[in-house]
């Protein structure tokens, strides 16, 4: 069994700043490339950053230069920092990890449930 939490979301004003973590546990052998996503209300799931086990990110056009995603590989953990907040960041963020449970098992896709960031005055 994996899970996937996401933590940190809330409320904060434009021009803030959360850091959101995400941590994969369970029968884990290996967290292979993990990335968020997000969902704003009434809207499709987007792509917002990607980072693999070497700390090589990649980022979506809308959060360059405003968000950093890094990664602690012996906590199977993710932090996305985001800065300079904008009311359009307003959504669900996602956490999604690429995950092997045993040595011989598939790299299988685990999402987390969510964690709600408001962006708002």
């Known amino acids: 069994q994996v899970q996937v939490v996401e933590s940190g979301g809330g409320l904060v004003q434009p021009g803030g700043s959360l850091r959101l973590s995400c941590t994969a546990s369970g029968t884990i052998f290996s967290v292979g490339t993990m990335a968020w996503y997000r969902q704003a209300p009434g809207k499709e799931r987007d792509w917002v950053a990607t980072?693999?086990?070497?700390?090589?990110?990649n980022y979506a056009s809308s959060v360059k230069e405003r968000f950093i995603l890094s990664r602690d590989n012996a906590k199977n953990t993710t932090y996305l920092q985001m800065t300079s907040l904008k009311p359009e960041d307003t959504a669900v963020y996602f956490c999604?990890?690429?995950?092997?449970?045993?040595?011989?098992?598939?790299?299988?896709?685990?999402w987390g449930k969510g964690t709600l960031v408001t962006v708002s005055s």
């Open positions: 980072i693999n086990k070497v700390q090589s990110a």
């Open positions: 999604q990890g690429f995950i092997r449970t045993s040595a011989t098992s598939e790299v299988a896709i685990y």
